[in-house]
């Protein structure tokens, strides 16, 4: 069973539409990512949380620490943001390894 | 901007052909460098770590005098996919992190490795 679990699998949106997806773990962490990876397979790194919740743009990612549970939300979705959406925890048992989700295929039609 | 740029972004050689990629922190001191193997649909695999002046550490199943990892020096990381066949064709990735604290990993852009 993987240790980092992410829903939904596929999603796909109508541009302008609220995208969520979820990242559940089961391992003690000291920081959790949120990454893009393009077509092209380049990956960016969106947001790295610790605690509470960030915002960048049209971006916000929260965790939830004692309930080991993480969402991304896009907010006014627009067709750019079709990507996979990769979470990963570095646990505090895997010597600062990142442990990656099976990603999100997010396709936000026009 | 990018971070972390990794070169080349697509190879395609011979059988037998020793490949090497390049792994550069561009603003920051790269003290720890990651190597993942990503197939088709599939997650990142993490092949190796490497910390600047030390030997990498390979994950089970990766073959250390396959993949040589070299992280001489703070900004660079190379790894070198020796006599490589058709088998070891896949999308390889760095990234990097800083030395203090709990500090975020940067990836590279990712190289597309096709053994003919």
């Known amino acids: 069973k993987n240790e980092v679990e992410q829903s939904p699998q596929n999603l796909t949106a109508q541009e302008g539409e609220f995208i969520t997806i979820n990242c559940s773990y089961s391992v003690g962490i000291s920081a959790l990512h949120w990454l893009q990876q393009h077509p092209g397979g380049g990956i960016v790194s969106l947001f790295m949380l610790s605690s509470g919740k960030k915002k960048h743009g049209r971006l916000i990612a929260t965790i939830n620490i004692q309930e080991k549970h993480s969402s991304l939300h896009i907010t006014a979705s627009h067709p750019r943001d079709s990507a996979v959406y990769i979470c990963a925890v570095r646990s505090t048992v895997s010597w600062g390894k990142l442990q990656f989700g099976a990603g999100t295929q997010v396709v936000v039609t026009p | 901007g990018a971070v972390v740029s990794q070169h080349p972004s697509w190879v395609i050689c011979k059988s037998g052909t020793s490949v090497k990629i390049e792994c550069r922190s561009l603003?920051?001191?790269?003290?720890?460098m990651f190597w993942y193997r990503q197939f088709p649909k599939q997650s990142l695999m993490l092949m190796a770590t490497s910390n600047e002046g030390s030997k990498a550490t390979y994950e089970q199943g990766v073959e250390k005098d396959k993949f040589l990892i070299n992280h001489a020096s703070l900004t660079l990381s190379t790894l070198t996919v020796t006599s490589a066949h058709p088998e070891d064709s896949s999308f390889y990735i760095c990234?990097?992190?800083?030395?203090?604290?709990?500090?975020?990993?940067?990836f590279g852009d990712g190289t597309r490795l096709s053994i003919l």
């Open positions: 603003d920051f001191q790269a003290t720890t």
């Open positions: 990234s990097a992190r800083a030395r203090a604290g709990n500090q975020p990993q940067h």
